[in-house]
């Protein structure tokens, strides 16, 4: 399949696209989006994901199928909240948020393609960070560099971080995670640097994330149009945008998916967009859903690029936020009526449900559910009363000792890190 950049070079294969990350004008990769009506329920999620995935490879070095198997080891099961609410667990793959299953796909693709020596640098609100240093640890012609910002994560975050030792090395920048994402971009852009370490990127700029998370919304809709109800309403907490787009580009792809509803935290650039249909690029500001602390979302130069209208835009998504205290309640009433824990950015999620309906909204709606709300203990269990059960990867890594050394959030202090 052939890519090219939403600000105009290329076209590149799709193996190219994801071996590069970033396009080289700065721009990123895109494809033409045409329905392909053959995408059929499989047993199991990597199944149904191969069917999704295997025309976009068609001609390409690498195996849609092997992929699949091989990334996709764990199940995204679909929870009832009540008699018309479901959330889409996305969390049991190995650090225990919805990353793994992005991370996992373009791992297994990179390995494949027998690259020069690869030196995957990534900057983290929390999450990717921990599931791309998972998914490259101990592979062999790969080294993961990860930046976070100090003090901007939660504890265990921070732990799982700083765990994996090996060919990962962590740095906790003295700044947001837009200083990490901007420090990422200008690394990228200095092509001596990026040439001397191999340097790729995994972060949700990668096509290699966006298409394996387009699998999870495709296996929750075919179960859903399955039980009637199709086609299903879609609620995504986001905040780069990485997670949201993938669910419209299955839309777009013919998947049996009707509204996506974004939800987002304090930091409200899309809803804004969405309303005036210009973002404000803004310092982002600190929220109980850490990892959606999100100022300039990197991936809303794609969805201009596959949404140009606004009205079709608008038809096809609408978005919200909310504020802590509210992901405070929300977690508090889901516990009391479920017993279900869910995690501060699901709560963002479940929040938007609850205006909608109160709106008049009808019929099923499913919820992203993109973290396990163990790992962010500390406001969880205060809300709910009760200790929440470690689930075993994020156990296993909370047992190894962690080490992340300082970084000043300068383009020179990153050069000398990287060696
Ligand atoms: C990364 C992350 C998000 C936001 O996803 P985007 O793809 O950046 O929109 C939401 N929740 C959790 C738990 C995350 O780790």
Same mark, same amino acid.
């Given at each position: 399949m052939q890519c090219?950049?939403?600000?105009? /070079?290329?076209?590149?294969s799709l193996a190219q696209a994801l071996a590069?990350?970033?396009?080289?004008?700065?721009?990123?990769y895109?494809f033409p989006l045409d329905?392909r009506p053959n995408v059929t329920l499989g047993t199991t999620l990597a199944d149904t994901a191969t069917t999704l995935l295997a025309p976009l490879f068609h001609g390409e070095p690498l195996d849609a199928g092997a992929l699949c198997q091989a990334a996709f080891t764990? @199940?995204?099961?679909?929870?009832? #909240?009540?008699?018309?609410? %479901?959330?889409?667990?996305?969390? +049991?793959?190995?650090?225990?948020?919805?990353?793994?299953f992005g991370a996992r796909f373009l791992a297994e693709a990179l390995a494949r393609l027998?690259?020069?020596?690869?030196?995957?640098? =990534? &900057?983290?609100?929390?999450?990717?960070?921990?599931?791309?240093? /998972?998914a490259? +640890?101990?592979? %062999?012609?790969? !080294?993961?560099? *990860?930046?976070?910002?100090?003090?901007?994560?939660?504890?265990?975050?921070? +732990?799982?971080?700083?765990? %994996?030792?090996?060919? =990962?090395?962590?740095?906790?920048?003295?700044?947001?995670?837009?200083?990490?994402?901007?420090?990422?971009?200008?690394?990228?852009? @200095?092509?001596?640097?990026?040439?001397? +370490?191999?340097?790729?990127?995994?972060?949700? #700029?990668s096509l290699g994330r966006l298409l394996p998370q387009m699998a999870y919304y495709a296996h929750?809709?075919l179960?859903?149009?399955? !039980?009637?109800?199709?086609?299903?309403?879609?609620?995504?907490?986001?905040?780069?945008?990485?997670?949201?787009?993938a669910?419209?580009m299955a839309?777009?792809l013919g998947l049996?998916?009707?509204? *996506?509803?974004?939800?987002?935290? &304090?930091?409200?650039?899309?809803?804004? %967009?969405?309303?005036?249909?210009?973002?404000?690029? !803004?310092?982002?500001?600190?929220?109980?859903?850490?990892?959606?602390?999100?100022?300039?979302?990197?991936?809303?130069?794609?969805?201009?690029?596959?949404?140009?209208?606004?009205?079709?835009?608008?038809?096809?998504?609408?978005?919200?936020?909310? @504020?802590?205290?509210?992901?405070?309640?929300?977690?508090?009433?889901?516990?009391?009526?479920? !017993?279900?824990?869910?995690?501060?950015?699901?709560?963002?999620?479940?929040?938007?449900?609850?205006?909608?309906?109160?709106?008049?909204?009808?019929?099923?709606?499913? #919820?992203?559910?993109?973290?396990?709300?163990?790992?962010?203990?500390?406001?969880?269990?205060?809300? #709910?009363?009760?200790?929440?059960?470690?689930?075993?990867?994020? &156990?296993?890594?909370?047992?190894?000792?962690?080490?992340?050394?300082?970084?000043?959030?300068?383009?020179?202090?990153?050069?000398?890190?990287?060696?």
């Open positions: 090219v950049s939403t600000r105009g /070079a290329g076209p590149v590069q990350g970033l396009a080289p004008d700065g721009g990123l895109v329905a764990f @199940d995204a099961p679909l929870l009832p #909240i009540d008699e018309d609410s %479901f959330l889409l667990e996305l969390f +049991h793959g190995p650090t225990a948020a919805f990353k793994d027998s690259l020069p020596p690869t030196t995957i640098l =990534v &900057a983290t609100s929390g999450d990717t960070g921990a599931a791309v240093a /998972a490259f +640890h101990r592979r %062999f012609g790969f !080294r993961v560099v *990860v930046l976070y910002p100090d003090g901007r994560v939660s504890a265990r975050q921070a +732990h799982q971080l700083g765990a %994996f030792g090996d060919n =990962v090395r962590t740095f906790r920048v003295n700044g947001s995670f837009d200083d990490c994402q901007r420090l990422v971009k200008a690394a990228f852009a @200095d092509q001596a640097l990026v040439a001397k +370490h191999g340097l790729s990127s995994a972060n949700s #700029i929750a809709a179960v859903m149009q399955q !039980r009637g109800a199709a086609p299903v309403d879609v609620i995504v907490p986001t905040g780069n945008l990485g997670n949201a787009l669910c419209l839309k777009r049996p998916i009707g509204h *996506v509803f974004l939800a987002t935290n &304090a930091n409200r650039v899309l809803p804004e %967009f969405l309303q005036t249909g210009r973002a404000e690029p !803004r310092a982002s500001v600190a929220t109980l859903a850490n990892a959606m602390d999100v100022g300039v979302p990197s991936n809303l130069e794609r969805l201009t690029h596959w949404w140009p209208a606004p009205t079709a835009l608008r038809r096809d998504v609408s978005a919200d936020w909310v @504020d802590d205290e509210t992901i405070r309640r929300t977690i508090g009433t889901v516990w009391r009526a479920t !017993r279900t824990a869910i995690c501060p950015h699901t709560a963002c999620g479940v929040a938007v449900r609850d205006r909608l309906r109160a709106k008049g909204h009808r019929g099923p709606l499913v #919820i992203a559910a993109t973290a396990h709300p163990a790992k962010f203990e500390t406001i969880v269990e205060p809300l #709910i009363g009760e200790p929440i059960e470690l689930p075993e990867g994020l &156990a296993a890594l909370l047992k190894k000792p962690a080490i992340a050394r300082p970084l000043e959030p300068t383009s020179a202090a990153l050069e000398a890190a990287l060696g």
